[in-house]
């Protein structure tokens, strides 16, 4: 009889070291409906990977869970090695998790530059402090740079307000990127946004640092097969296919399913 080894925490540990962001397991329940089901997913460090899927798919629910917003059902999910399953959203952004939302959440009444100072500031050591930021500040240096990033230096000492929807989901990248994050989640940043806009935004993620991996929602296929490494594919709360992007784009089921064509053609 052969005797398999002991399987240990440690082990485990290990075999998770290499990724970025892993899910074991998954699963999201809201009563008895079940939003998310044994999901599993490793995304590499500096990996781009798209989730798409029609509305109601759990890309959304997925993202909840994995930035601490909602705590999965069951599962386990893993940053850079470490369990961070039960940790409170606060705790997985000082770690270098960011993210953007589908709503903008910015400071209205403020300039784009004080929007991103305001960023950089609120995860610095000194994010207490009653002090007005001077030119030499290093966080409002660290600022000025995001923003001439994602293309906004002409616009810096606009309010934002006054920015162009596009400039404003430029404006949320910006903010993402402070702190110096080590994984960001993009959730649907080319919505509403305008041909020309689009093309704004595929230039700067694909600008973004390559240490820096992100998972983008998106439900504009273009956008996210162009910014994309790899790709993932979700239906009913489950994973449906993974794959390169021309994989995912020329596979019939997914046409089927994604784009309402039919499978045989």
Known sequence: MTVEPIRTASQADLNSAGYALE?????????ALQALGGINMRVAPGERRAVLGSN??????????????????TGAIRFFGEDVTAFPAQERIRRGLRRTYQI??????????????????????????????????????????????????????????????GQQRQLEIAMALSGAPRFILFDEPAAGLSPTERRELIGILTRLPSHVGFVIIEHDMDVALRVSDSVTMMHNGRIFKEGKPAEIENDPEVQALYLGGSANG
């Open 23 to 31: 899910l074991r397991d998954v699963s999201k329940k809201f009563g």
């Open 56 to 73: 109601g798919a759990g890309k959304t629910t997925l993202f909840n869970c994995i930035t601490g917003d909602f705590l999965p059902t």
């Open 104 to 165: 903008s959440l910015l400071f209205n009444g403020l300039s784009v530059l004080d929007n991103v100072y305001l960023a950089c500031r609120g995860v610095s050591r000194g994010r207490f402090s009653f002090r007005r930021p001077q030119h030499s500040d290093a966080l409002m240096q660290t600022a000025e740079e995001l923003v001439d990033t994602v293309n906004l230096a002409d616009v810096r000492n606009v309010n934002v307000d006054d920015l162009s929807y």
